[in-house]
């Protein structure tokens, strides 16, 4: 092994983004903060990014008038131990990019986690940092889509039919080697997620199993899911 190999930064970090204001939710208040059986939905996404192996570096990407975690609205949130807390920005890409930039630069995995989806298992958090690890440039959790989906234009009228196999629904937390996503984040502009702007970088994006449980809460419907799922019904 070289010097440079042995003092290499390794260590996986996680931005969390929990900015959003929810507005399809519809609560009165940043969806984040929503109480999921008693506690804000940010601090179930937590407690699982606390479990991730190999953690070194939190950011949560908070909405800047809740940046301060002694705010009542964080009761019932654990930051996992040296986690820091940033404001985000209008669009989500603005949030990711302001989680980048305080993460800590011992990291050579960087994972992005949507706050709203709260109940993700640690098992996926494993299988994208294992799948980096084994090389990949950014990697995604995905699901099979099981509604036939159309492409349609301006007007509505279906433009096309894309063969069922080969779509995927991805979820959050999508993982990168620290150095793409910056390069990404430097770039972009216009993705609704990180991944799309690694693919327009060209590089490969994996595929590896998302799970139902990683769905995101978006509606009111979604947060009454999560609630049945926390209570096993
Ligand atoms: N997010 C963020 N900064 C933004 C927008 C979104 O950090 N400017 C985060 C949200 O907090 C959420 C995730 O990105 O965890 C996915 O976004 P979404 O589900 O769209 O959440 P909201 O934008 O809060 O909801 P809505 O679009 O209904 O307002
Ligand atoms: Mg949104």
């Not at 909405?63 to 930051?79: C, H, I, K, Q, Y």
């Not at 989806?117 to 098992?123: D, G």
């Not at 979820?171 to 390069?183: I, Y």
């Amino acid at each position: 092994m070289t010097d440079d190999a042995r003092t290499a930064p390794r260590g996986v970090g996680v931005v969390v983004v929990a900015a959003g204001s929810g507005t399809r939710l519809g609560a009165g208040m940043p969806k984040a903060f929503v109480p999921l059986a008693g506690r804000p939905l940010l601090g179930w996404a937590l407690d699982t990014v606390a479990r991730v192996p190999g953690l070194r570096s939190v950011v949560v990407v908070a909405p800047s008038g809740l940046a301060d975690t002694g705010a009542p609205a964080w009761a019932g949130v654990t930051l996992p131990e040296g986690a820091v807390v940033v404001p985000g920005g209008a669009e989500r890409t603005d949030s990711v990019a302001a989680g980048l930039a305080a993460l800590d630069p011992a990291c050579d995995v960087v994972l992005v986690h949507d706050a709203a989806r709260c109940l993700a298992p640690v098992a996926v958090f494993v299988r994208v940092v294992d799948a980096v690890r084994a090389g990949a440039a950014g990697v995604v959790p995905g699901v099979a889509v099981v509604d036939t989906v159309k492409t349609v234009d301006a007007r509505g009228v279906v433009t096309g039919t894309p063969d069922r196999a080969t779509l995927r629904a991805v979820q959050t937390p999508q993982g990168f080697r620290r150095e793409v996503l910056e390069a990404a984040h430097a770039g972009g502009a216009g993705a609704t997620d990180d991944a799309a702007l690694v693919e327009q970088l060209g590089h490969d994006v994996l595929v590896v199993d998302g799970d139902p449980r990683s769905f995101k809460v978006t509606t009111v419907d979604d947060l009454a899911h999560a609630e049945r799922l926390l209570a096993g019904a």
